[in-house]
């Protein structure tokens, strides 16, 4: 079967480049017909698992259109060869051809084809080469916030900011997890501007930013329904905790189920959150002592009693 589709792909190879070659009577190559050739070839060869020469198979069809001025089979073709060094598990090279080939479908005017070349190559690198899938996710982004479909750019933001959280790349994160909230402000989703915050609080005192933390609350007042939510509550009281340095309090808050249910980046980065100074919680104020008369006196005026006939 395999022999069979490889001499196939054979075939078609030869047919394009005779509709290539010029002559006395044919004084232009038949660009067209030997695209469609190199294409039918592409496909014989990955049936028979031989993704080099679909891999270059597809490169000739692409050289074709671009002859032919058939721009978006062009790009289709460049990313069909990316999907062929894809099977070769050449990913770095696979994102290479597909990110140029999304590059030329946004030249061609059609930006939606891009955004899902984008997306895809993304996806391709994500556990190979994290930082480059951010960079492939937010560019895809900004293709979907310039053609205004803000629902597709902020879900890919959520990618990029949960890699980014995963790589513990935390700066990064706070401004793509704010981009985010700007997003669902601006749509509406106001429930989902709440857990933004929970993000995005977590992410401050990963960084030891307790001052940006309490911003993050003090700014969502302003986002209709929050204050007064649970979200709310719970951030005040998970605030309240790391400031007072009360280990436990912070553990209730980050394994309550507001926080255990998040995306998993997040909720881990509850489930690690450690106050600073160790979990030793600040000293009160002292308290009066009683004494037996029933009036009081302080730690201080004890020390004081405690040395008043000297050392002896």
């Known amino acids: 079967m395999a022999a069979q589709k490889i001499n196939e792909g054979l075939e078609h190879l030869a047919k394009a480049e005779k509709y290539l070659k010029t002559g006395f009577l044919k004084w232009k190559p038949d660009y067209d017909s030997a695209a469609s050739e190199y294409g039918k070839a592409a496909v014989a060869f990955k049936n028979a698992k031989q993704f080099e020469q679909a891999k270059d198979a597809c490169l000739r069809e692409a050289v074709a259109h671009e002859n032919n001025r058939k721009l ?10 990316g999907m062929m060094l894809k099977e070769m598990q050449k990913l770095p090279e696979a994102v290479q051809l597909i990110e ?8 061609n005017g059609t930006p939606d084809t891009a955004a899902m070349a984008l997306e895809r190559a993304g ?3 994500e556990n190979v080469d994290p930082e480059k899938a951010v960079q492939l996710y937010q560019q895809t982004a900004n293709v979907f916030e310039n053609e205004e479909r803000l629902r597709q750019a902020v879900e890919l933001l959520g990618k990029a900011s949960r890699l980014l959280v995963r790589g513990r790349r935390f700066d990064e994160a706070a401004l793509s997890i704010q981009k985010e909230k700007n997003i669902y402000k601006e749509i509406e989703n106001y429930p989902t501007c709440y857990k933004k915050t929970i993000a995005q609080v977590l992410v401050h005192l990963h960084r030891n930013d307790y001052v940006a933390a309490e911003r993050c609350v003090r700014e969502s007042y302003s986002i209709p329904g929050f204050n007064g939510s649970e979200d709310c509550a719970a951030l005040e009281q998970l605030l309240e905790g790391y400031d007072q340095q009360d280990q436990d309090q912070v553990s209730d808050v980050c394994n309550s189920p507001l926080f255990k249910y998040m995306d998993n980046d997040y909720a881990k980065l509850g489930l690690s959150l450690v106050v600073p100074g160790g979990g030793i919680k600040k000293k009160s104020p002292a308290t009066p002592q009683a004494k037996p ?16 006939g000297g050392l002896c």
């Open 72 to 81: 978006y089979s062009f790009c289709r073709a460049y990313e069909q060869a």
């Open 100 to 107: 140029k080939a999304s590059m030329m479908y946004l030249e």
């Open 123 to 125: 996806k391709l690198i």
């Open 293 to 308: 008369d029933g009036t009081t006196s302080t730690a201080a005026e004890e020390e004081e009693d405690e040395y008043s």
